[in-house]
């Protein structure tokens, strides 16, 4: 006996995406039928799980398939499965809601698409394939019963920002999705999907590698012969309903490349991503001996939206002997290569295995190794043979590559080498370190890098002034996990790894100097420290709150003074991602670094014999401060303080 039907409205969200979808016009509406039957096949793969793992659960699975039933004269299409089922709470969590963290973004995105095309291209981008039934349908209703479950649940919406509910008691179970369609129209590639033909077509080309059957009724026409022994009688002819298999059923995997075409690859790509973008590239092995597997893998072309989030889609599916086991088994790729899509079949593996379990397995951890290595090397191929396709794919996912720097030293190197950073040599092209070392300086013995948010900020930073008057090649890293990274690789090709905002600097070339000359070099300096003795004492008494030492620099030539940082100490950036993620630092002081050749840095040396510790000095040493701060692009402490001693300079000189 059926409940009451209760009408509920959708999120804003969800709304919007719905509308998106009513009027979209996106060119490509027949990849509905593949979200649904990727949807079903899931279903039946984590039935057949669950009947394996929970030998309580009361289920038949002697015949698990997927049906397609077409009515012509109704103009109604039915996808059905007697997989695992939906209860209602999911019903109202999975389709009556976005319950995806990327919820936000994808809102933001939508508003910002210039027009319904672009918009509707988002739709792939966010894996929300159910709702592109509403590209092809009037209306939906989805039947299903959870196994197990004695009840079922019906939902019907027509997307315009409602949807009814009602528990069903004569559910079978499993999901059933029935598109009441839109009329047949070309010109908008709206196609008529109650066609046989058309049908065929679309399994044959994004759904012929599902696992399970594809049934679907069809009429044919057989002749009768006719009964007795009037040899002039006609035969006649009558229509029968015959179930067939539209999909081949063949696990791409287990077939050799050459029997596999690109756009079979693409569509089973598609399939385990939830993506509607096409790969960038494919990689297929096999291994025999101790450990027997297949793997099937997939770099996309673009970036899911959740890359960096927490709650992320899947990567790569679990089989064993082609039994599906998990689509997200993270032992078998490290975190820095989540973007990898595919499947991965394994033979010796027990189907009763677990997360814990594979945590601890010899050959998941085997098989782990070498799919890392066999990405990373045909992501150096890449960049060897195809830089556009690297360019491409460094832009999208360099990021997530570079936390392998910090978090795998197996591979670290494979890793340096296929990684591209932006530098002082080119304003538009990426570089990478084996090229930084063939442009290296004669005499320089160090790649030198800064930190910072922009590039504009770190080209302009103080530190970059002798870097950049000696024409010596900084890399400028940018991304947050840049900070983290560098601290924790000494080198690359033998050269050591050196921030230009860290310890001293001394770019001199004394290779061509002659011993009187490095000698009078030596006795200048000693006198110009001399000189400016008293001052840097002064200046680190008097700002001993925020310096910890003042000194003459060698890396300033425009700026009065500038901040540095000891060799091994945080950066002002690292600090503010700690500080950002929750973790209390100690308060750090820094050493402020004075150029001897600056006006201000003399007059205020000349000034400090004259007065002493006069108080006017003592505001200009925290401008000074103030100033080193903002150059470097950090905050000051007291900015409203630094205002009024500006201000009060400035009035002074009008």
Known sequence: MSTPVEEREFQAETRQLLDLMVHSVYSNKDS??????????????????????????????????????????????????????????DVVGLIGTLARSGTAELRKKLADAQDSAASADLIGQFGIG????????????????????????????????????????????????????????????????????????????????????????????????????????????????????????????????????????????????????DPLETISLKAEGTFEYQALLFIPSQAPFDLFMRERSGGISLYVKRVFIMDDCEELMPEYLRFVKGVVDAADLSLNVSREILQQDRQIRAIRRRLTKK??????????????????????????????????????????????????????????????????????????????????????????????????????????????????????????????????????????????????????????????ADLTAWLTTTLDENVKETRLSTRLTDSPACLVGDTFSFSPQMEKLYRASGQILPPSKRILELNPDHPLVVALQKARAEKGDDQSLVDTAHLLYGMAVIAEGSELNDPARFAKLLAERLAQTV
Do not use: C
């Not at 593949?34 to 949807?39: A, G, M, P």
């Not at 999901?175 to 999907?193: G, Q, R």
């Not at 996990?481 to 690359?492: I, N, Q, Y």
């Open 375 to 532: 990405v990373l090397s045909t992501i150096s191929d890449i960049k060897s043979s195809r830089p556009d396709d690297y360019d491409t794919l460094w832009a999208q996912f360099g990021r997530a590559l570079k936390e392998g720097l910090l978090s795998d030293q197996d591979n670290r190197d494979a890793l340096l080498k296929i990684s591209s950073f932006a530098s002082t040599n080119d304003p538009e092209k990426l570089t990478s370190l084996s090229d930084y070392v063939t442009r290296m300086k004669p005499g320089q013995s160090e790649i030198y890098y800064i930190t910072g948010e922009t590039r504009q900020a770190m080209e302009n930073s103080p530190h970059m002034e002798a870097f950049r008057a000696r024409g010596i090649e900084v890399l400028l890293l940018g991304d947050p996990v840049d900070e983290m990274w560098v601290g924790s690789v000494p080198e690359f090709d033998g050269k050591p790894l050196r921030s230009i905002a860290k310890g001293e600097v001394d770019l001199d070339d004394d290779a061509g100097k002659s011993d009187d000359e490095k000698k009078e070099a030596e006795a200048e300096k000693a006198e110009r420290d001399k000189t400016f």
């Open 32 to 89: 509905f039928l593949r979200e649904l039957v990727s949807n079903a096949s899931d279903a039946l793969d984590k039935l057949r799980l669950q009947a394996f793992t929970d030998k309580d659960l009361q289920v038949d699975t002697s015949d698990l398939h997927i049906t397609i039933e077409r009515d012509t004269d109704a103009r109604t299409l039915t996808i059905r499965d007697n997989g695992i089922g939906m209860s209602r709470e």
């Open 130 to 277: 159910f709702y592109s039934t509403f590209m092809v349908a009037d209306t939906v209703t989805l039947l299903t019963r959870k196994a197990g479950e004695s009840e079922g649940t019906r939902w019907r919406s027509s997307g315009e920002g409602t949807y009814t509910i009602e528990t069903v008691a004569d559910a079978p179970q499993g999901t059933s999705v029935t598109l009441e369609l839109k009329p047949a129209d070309t010109d908008d590639h709206l196609f008529d999907y109650t066609s046989e033909s058309k049908i065929r077509e679309l399994v044959k080309r994004y759904s012929d590698f599902i696992a399970w059957p594809i049934r679907m009724d069809v009429e044919r026409t057989e002749k009768v012969e006719p009964e007795g022994e009037d040899d002039t009688a006609e035969p006649t002819e009558r229509t029968v309903v015959t179930t067939e298999t539209l999909n081949s059923m063949k696990a791409l995997w287990a077939r050799s490349k050459d029997e596999v075409t690109e756009e079979e690859y693409t569509e089973f790509y598609r399939h385990v991503s939830h993506a509607w973008d």
